[in-house]
């Protein structure tokens, strides 16, 4: 509903101005004010409004002289003139000023409606023109977004509007769900965050369980944000999910390494189910968890499924990662860091084979251990049996047979719904060392991987063949028609149906 300001010296004048517009029908939210001083004030307070509708002749200030200070402030706000003058100099005037229309009193019910209906329909256009502009931009600020986190945005080639955009974001969240959450619940989900968060963000689907969001405000700090982000989503859909937080994006060089960050975060969840919003300030340090389970423990848990999965890379991350700890602590107790290190020796002992050497007892290791005064000495020894195992694993012809099966499984079954534990339960691998392994020999995370594949055959039918958008979808694994095309539109900047008819115009006259 519009706004207009009728503004009038005379009480009864403004009453019957009110009545006419109640009697027309028109859905306008009417306010008055005695006169233009008044006026001015009103449309301050109150922001504006739609339309003025303004006699001349007035005390303090006339109808022209408000019309001129509120243009000022409100430039796009229509106007329109009703007086018992008939003098053309008014007229005149008020045309220089922008009034489109200049009504004489008494008012003429006909003359008035007709006049209002007029503006209210520029109003429509200039707001559908707005929508239009706006959606347009938020297209192509998504498209750009997703060509950011790839690395294949051209910097040169963007226009002005959305470089500006991207120079506003301060703060990048990735938020993931246990299941297809975001296929049904998108829209209602962003707006929840905008309007009950207060959230000054732009969304990007990644895949029906993963979002990208991204802040234009720092505020608060992450973990308390994404304290109570995790509350608002568990309040309002009850679904579990989990949340990880960039440093502020100045930090980084791309947003390519900012998505880095936050999808390595992500991956803690593996190690720390307990936990859902991950930063990149959280605590190296050991500390006692809400189920009493310490980061130690964690780190031998990680070390224990490399070792299952005969994973040396893995392992040795997870060793250096552990080393690194105790190697840079000060005053900590050498009895503790024992217990520990002793927990490690007795999980690795079973892959040690002995080659090389007469292979030492478990006993005698752990007694050598003990007596060991200096803690760099006690990580040097852990490091030697574990490099022999290391040495013994196989390089990983295997993981790339398994990694062609899940894409040969992928490339006949991308139609259908696809999860990392189903992939996994193919290759008997764990999910989250599937996906570990499937992100180091392709580049990209098995939930990127099929969207593009999806995404890439979408386009391929919609170009080659007259098959209806909807019927694509479901080909391609979209049964939900909306979020296909707000999928595409986001992956290729355009909508199915616009991307089909620019590919087919012809390029030229034929000769």
Known sequence: MYRILVVDDEKTERECVRFLIAESGLALEVSEAGDGLEALEKLKETGGADILFTDVQMPRMDGLELIRQAEKLFPEMKLLIFSSYADFEYARTALTLGVVNYILKPVVPEDLKSSLEGLIGQLDEEAASRRERDERQTFLLQYALQLSISGNFDHTKAEPAVLDQLKRFRTMVLVDFDGDFLENNSFVFYESLRCVLKLDMESLNL?????????????????ELGGRMFSHIQETFRIPCWLSFSRPLAEFSSLRDAYAEVEQQMERRFWAPQEHVFTAETPADAKESADGETDENRQLLQIRRALENRDGAALQEALDSLFSRYRSRQNQSQIYVKFIFSNLLTTLYPYADGKGGEKKTLDAMISELYLQPDISEIVSMVQKL???????????????????????????????????EHLASIVYLTPDYLSRLFKKSMGKSISQYIRQLRMERARDLLTGTNRKVIDIGEAVGYPNYSYFCQSFREYFGSSPEKYRQEERKPSGPVS
């Open 207 to 223: 895949s029906p369980n993963q979002a990208l969001l991204m802040l234009r405000t720092p505020g608060e700090s992450p973990q």
């Open 386 to 420: 574990a490099s022999g195992i290391i040495r013994s694993f196989s390089a990983g012809p295997v993981m790339r047979r398994e990694i062609l099966e899940v894409l040969d499984y992928i490339g006949a079954n991308y139609g259908k719904e696809l999860s990392v």
